[in-house]
Antibody, heavy 120, light 114 residues
Framework: QVQLHQSGPGLLKPSQSLSLTCDISGDSVYASKVAWNWIRRSPSRGLEWLGR?????????DYAVSVRSRTFINADTVKNQFSLQLSSVTPEDTAVYYC??????????WGQGILVTVSS | DIVMTQSPDSLSVSLGERATINCRSSHIVTSCPNNKNCLAWYQQKPGQPPKLLIY???YRASGVPERFSGSGSGTDFTLTISNLQAGDVAVYYCQQYSNPPEFTFGQGTKVDIK
C-alpha cells in the first residue's frame, strides 16, 4: 500500500520560501510510469496543480505556468522522498498543500495535507 | 488556459436517490494512451485529502463502489452516484490532464442529503 507523509512549516512571513517534503512508503521515487506531484487548495483558487517530478531514464520536472518562475521540485533518492520549494511567498500562497502520486493521468495516492499560512 | 466548469455548484439528494454531476472542459480533453479520455473524478471530505474515484473518464479506481460511475467524452463528462448513501456527502471534483503536462480541476460540487 502506497503511503505519502508530508512535513514542513505551517507559518511563513511574506517574501520567505516555503519548503515541504513528502516521504514515500510502499513505492519508489524511481517507479516506472509514475510521477510525484504537488497540489494546493485555497478558497480563492480551488485545487491547483503546482508541478511534478518523475524518473524516465533521467529526472524530469514540469511546473504550472502560474508558479513556474518561483517553484522547484526535486527528489531525494536516498531518503525516497520528494520536495517542493516555493520562493517569495505572499498571502495569496496561503493554502493546504498536498503531495500526490500520478498514475494513468490521475492522482491516486495523496498525502495528508499541510496548511501553510503566509502572514506578517 | 483550460477551464473545467462543474454544474451544479451544490446538490441536495435524498438517501437512495441518484446524484448527477456534470463537468465541461473549455478544450477537448486530451486523449490518453489506448485512446482513453484523460479525465478523473475525486471525492473530498472535510479534513481529508481528495480520493480518486474515476480515471480515464469511466474506470473505477480500486475499492470504489459500483454506485459511482463516470461517462462522457470530448468536452462533456458526468459523474453519477446511484443509491446515495450518507457517507457520500462530500465535495466532488473533476480533473483533466493535458499536454504540455498540467492538471486542471473543476471548482467542485458539494453533495449533501436532502
Amino acid at each position: 500500500q502506497v503511503q505519502l507523509h508530508q512535513s514542513g512549516p505551517g507559518l511563513l512571513k511574506p517574501s520567505q520560501s516555503l519548503s515541504l517534503t513528502c516521504d514515500i512508503s510502499g513505492d519508489s521515487v524511481y517507479a516506472s510510469k509514475v510521477a510525484w506531484n504537488w497540489i494546493r487548495r485555497s478558497p480563492s483558487r480551488g485545487l491547483e496543480w503546482l508541478g511534478r517530478t518523475y524518473y524516465e531514464s533521467a529526472w524530469h520536472t514540469d511546473y504550472a505556468v502560474s508558479v513556474r518562475s518561483r517553484t522547484f521540485i526535486n527528489a531525494d533518492t536516498v531518503k525516497n522522498q520528494f520536495s517542493l520549494q516555493l520562493s517569495s511567498v505572499t498571502p495569496e500562497d496561503t493554502a493546504v498543500y498536498y503531495c500526490a502520486r500520478g498514475f494513468n493521468s490521475a492522482l491516486d495516492y495523496w498525502g495528508q495535507g499541510i496548511l501553510v499560512t503566509v502572514s506578517s | 488556459d483550460i477551464v473545467m466548469t462543474q454544474s451544479p455548484d451544490s446538490l441536495s439528494v435524498s438517501l437512495g436517490e441518484r446524484a448527477t454531476i456534470n463537468c465541461r472542459s473549455s478544450h477537448i480533453v486530451t486523449s490518453c494512451p489506448n485512446n482513453k479520455n484523460c479525465l478523473a473524478w475525486y471525492q473530498q471530505k472535510p479534513g481529508q485529502p481528495p480520493k480518486l474515484l474515476i480515471y480515464w473518464a469511466s474506470y473505477r479506481a480500486s475499492g470504489v463502489p459500483e454506485r459511482f460511475s463516470g461517462s462522457g467524452s470530448g468536452t462533456d463528462f458526468t459523474l453519477t452516484i446511484s443509491n446515495l448513501q450518507a457517507g457520500d456527502v462530500a465535495v466532488y471534483y473533476c480533473q483533466q490532464y493535458s499536454n504540455p503536462p498540467e492538471f486542471t480541476f473543476g471548482q467542485g460540487t458539494k453533495v449533501d442529503i436532502k
